[in-house]
């Protein structure tokens, strides 16, 4: 008897999930959707991965119970991930290849997740870090998101970034208006998220929270660094710097916990799926654990783009605590949402996906899926891409490194062992998959990104250097290098929306300093001091500012604009801040170019534009 009550009630509690699982089709409630982005953490960056270092409590319950992808890859570095996340095709193809000089910027052709979320009857939020664009039709406001807090262009201390941010009271857009918030920044976008899913509660929400830590700068309180203060760190080069990255890591794991709490609180927690991964591999915590992997940000080893993927829903039964380790990437992830949140295309014919649905491994349909091939480069601030230079062509089974050194990562997964003249079959049919997808790019041939000006879609149009496309030399991109006047040379491409008489404002400081153009001995104002005094390469790290050119003009006395073939010059003192002018533009495509002017004749790129049209 005993034994056939127990067997009803496991007979009725299956029936009982079943049940849940039909009756939320047939009540038609889609899953709400949280899509969480860490900015340089790595797959060793975590406490239950092995790091042993760092704490993430609220992580590793994540962790405890979600479908764990122990294969997942990015891009090694930060724009091209996001931009492939959000369209589900290789970040190639979507014409972001770099993280400056407008090379972010995500193709207008492209559709992305939130557009389709958003086709579906969702509510959609864009919360951090953006990085494809800044300017209209660039900005996450354009791409299908219903509201945005956070970057534009870049992160904390580009150019283009409001001047002095550093984490803490900064000033971020709101739906494309600079407001200044208070607080940390972690904390201010997870708390704009919360409030955006507070007032969604009649629809399904779709948010994208995509932090911008643990990547520098660091602005970390005393308090944070409790848990780190009585590590050995005898054993850690730069431990201070460490100790930074870790501290702000654990404060964002108290955000998550936070969130998870609101959840759970508001009975959104069984509905809501929450996706975790990163976008390239770690910037600052290889040497404390990197699960064995060579490289790190930037790299094109395991290091630099093998990263966690944690995908979490009670409803759909994925919060078992269960490890996947088939090979996936971040463009798989916008084919599973369409499946698991029976997403309609905002689009006829939208661009053709490269990656797949996780679904049938999530929900143990598979074990596996049909092999395939993933390439990427790495080729950061380079304006024109070269065949072969730093790539990547990955399978399940083998990783071709820059076309000659072959890793078969199943057995050796430190790639210890370059087995190309071991395997020069493997090697060959490697490389003609990336000739062919070479030459199917036409990377060459991409047209530039161009802002619109005069749409009516915004109230004006920021050019700054960060979005420049160059002629060649070095090029400012950082507010440290506008501080000591590294040269800025090349051109801005933009398209005007209609006839009309323009205005462009023309500045050597962006105009929340309110400076003058003369002002070339300006005391530093950023708060972020590890970037005084230094240049930033493709990976973060420091280098002298003497291998880079610099411009420390006599006195400007004349300053220039050229816009197609239009060409004037104005006469400026030398207190002048700014200096405007008016021109008569027809509408089309056309390219910007702006000279500072010294008294010796000499010119230097002019840093920022701001361009308006007039009214009618």
Known sequence: MKFYIIGLYIIGSILLLGCTKDKKRADNTPPNVILILTDDQGYGDIAAHGNPIVKTPHLDKLHSESMRFTDFHVNPFCAPTRAALMTGRMSDRTHVRSTVYARNHLNINETTMAEFFRASGYRTGHFGKWHLGQNYPYRPIDRGFDH????????????????????????????????????????????????????????????????????????????????????????????????????????????LGKLRQYLKKNNLNENTIIIFLTDNGTSGGNEIFNDGMKGKKGSMYEGGHRVPLFIYWPEGGFDKGIDINEFTAQIDLLPTLINLCDLKSPVKGHLKFDGKSLEPLLTGKKETLEDRFLIMHQQNTREVPVKGMNSLVAT????????????????????????????????????????????????NKYPFPRPIIGSGKDKETLLAPDALIRDGIENTWDQSHIEVGVQSSGFWPVEIAKKGTYSFNIRRWPRELNESIN???????????????????????????????????????????????????????????????????????????????????????????YATKQSD
């Open 148 to 255: 945005w807090v956070g970057h534009g262009d870049g992160g904390t201390g580009s150019a283009s970034d409001y001047w002095g941010n550093d984490r803490m009271n900064d000033t971020y857009y709101r739906n494309g208006v600079q407001e200044k918030f208070a607080g940390f920044g972690t904390d201010v976008f997870f708390d704009e998220t919360i409030s955006f899913i507070d007032k969604s509660k009649d629809q399904p929400f779709f948010v994208y929270l995509a932090t911008n830590v643990p990547h520098k700068p660091w602005n970390v309180k005393k308090e944070w660094y409790k848990d780190y203060e009585n590590v050995d760190s005898v054993n850690y080069k730069n431990w201070d710097a460490k100790k930074d990255f870790l501290a702000t890591l654990t404060h964002f794991d108290s955000n």
């Open 519 to 609: 002002a070339f001995e300006l005391e530093p104002k950023t708060k972020d001091i590890y970037r005084r005094g230094k240049l930033v390469d493709d990976y973060g790290y420091g280098k002298d500012l003497p291998k880079i050119q610099k411009s420390k003009p006599d006195t400007i006395v004349q300053v220039a604009l050229e816009i197609g073939s239009i060409y004037k010059e104005k006469q400026i003192n030398s207190l002048d801040k700014d200096i405007t002018f008016h021109v008569e533009l027809d509408k089309g495509v056309t390219q910007i170019r702006a000279w500072f002017i010294d008294e010796n004749g000499n010119k230097y790129g002019a840093y920022y534009v």
């Open 396 to 443: 399940r089974e083998w990783r071709l490194i820059k076309g000659k050194e072959l890793y078969q990562i199943r057995t050796d997964p430190g790639q210890k062992n370059n087995l190309a003249k071991n395997f020069p079959e493997v090697v060959k049919t490697l490389n003609l998959k990336y000739d062919a997808y070479w030459d199917e790019l036409g990377m």
